[in-house]
C-alpha cells in the first residue's frame, strides 16, 4: 500500500490517478518531511538534493538586494513545487536565493536521482514538470516586471486587493518585503491612503475601507 496515499490524493490528485508505473516509483519513493515556521530551508551557493513538493504551509524565496534588503521572489503553497529547486535539479546548479518557511510546513521530498530518472522515462511526469515550472517563472518575471515599473502605490494597493481577507493580519514589514520595498516607505504610503478614507490601519491589522477607489487607482495607472 502506498505511504501517505491520502496526503497525494488531498494535493497531488493527477499522481494518485495517473497509473503510470514510472510515477508509482517516485511516489514510493519520496519522503514525508516536516520543517517549523522561522527556518532556512535553502540558501545561495546549495546544492540541490531533492525535488520538493508542498502538502502544506508557505515558503518564501528572497534575495536581498545590494543595500541588504530582502526581495521577495515568490511563495510556494501547498500543491505547489519550487521553481528554483526546479531550475537547478534540471540546470545541475546551485540555489542562487534563499528560501525561509514562513508557517510549520511539510512536504514531500524526491531524491534527485529518482527526479531525473522519472524525468526521463514518464511523459506524465515531464508535462507535470514543466508545466508548473514555465508557470511559476512567468508569476516570478511578471512580480520583478512589478518591482521594476509600477509605482509603489499601485503594487500596494494591488497585494492590498490581492488578500483574501479584511482585515489583512499583516503588519508594514511584512507588507515591505513583499513590495520590495522598505517599512518607512510602506508606512507612509499606507497612512495616506488611510489619510484619503481608503483604509483603517491599527497594529498588525489593515482593514480595507474603499476598495473600489484601490481599484481606481490601479485602473488610472494602466
Not at 495517473?18 to 520543517?35: P, Y
Not at 524565496?61 to 543595500?67: H, R
Not at 489619510?195 to 490601479?218: F, Q
Request: with cysteine; hydrophobic share 45%.
Amino acid at each position: 500500500m502506498l505511504k501517505h496515499a491520502n496526503a497525494w490524493k488531498d494535493q497531488f490528485p493527477e499522481f494518485a490517478c495517473c497509473g503510470d508505473a514510472v510515477v508509482a516509483q517516485l511516489m514510493a519513493a519520496a519522503t514525508l518531511v516536516t520543517v517549523p515556521a522561522g527556518q532556512q530551508v535553502f540558501y545561495p551557493g546549495q546544492a540541490c538534493e531533492n525535488y520538493l513538493l508542498l502538502l502544506s504551509g508557505s515558503v518564501k524565496a528572497q534575495i536581498l538586494s545590494a543595500d541588504g534588503r530582502e526581495v521577495l521572489l515568490y511563495r510556494v503553497l501547498p500543491g505547489d513545487s519550487c521553481v528554483l529547486t526546479t531550475s537547478c535539479l534540471l540546470g545541475d546548479s546551485a540555489y542562487p536565493a534563499e528560501g525561509y518557511t514562513e508557517s510549520d510546513i511539510s512536504a514531500f521530498a524526491i531524491p534527485a536521482h529518482v527526479f531525473h530518472r522519472c524525468l526521463q522515462q514518464s511523459a506524465f511526469f515531464r508535462e507535470f514538470v514543466f508545466r508548473n515550472f514555465s508557470g511559476r517563472l512567468a508569476d516570478v518575471i511578471k512580480r520583478m516586471a512589478a518591482l521594476s515599473f509600477a509605482s509603489i502605490d499601485q503594487r500596494l494597493a494591488q497585494t492590498l486587493l490581492a488578500e483574501k481577507t479584511n482585515p489583512i493580519r499583516k503588519t508594514h514589514q511584512e507588507l515591505a518585503l513583499e513590495l520590495g520595498s522598505v517599512r518607512e516607505v510602506v508606512s507612509r504610503h499606507l497612512k495616506r491612503f488611510e489619510s484619503l478614507g481608503w483604509l483603517n490601519l491599527s497594529r498588525g491589522s489593515i482593514e480595507i475601507v474603499d476598495a473600489a477607489a484601490l481599484r481606481d487607482m490601479l485602473s488610472a495607472g494602466d
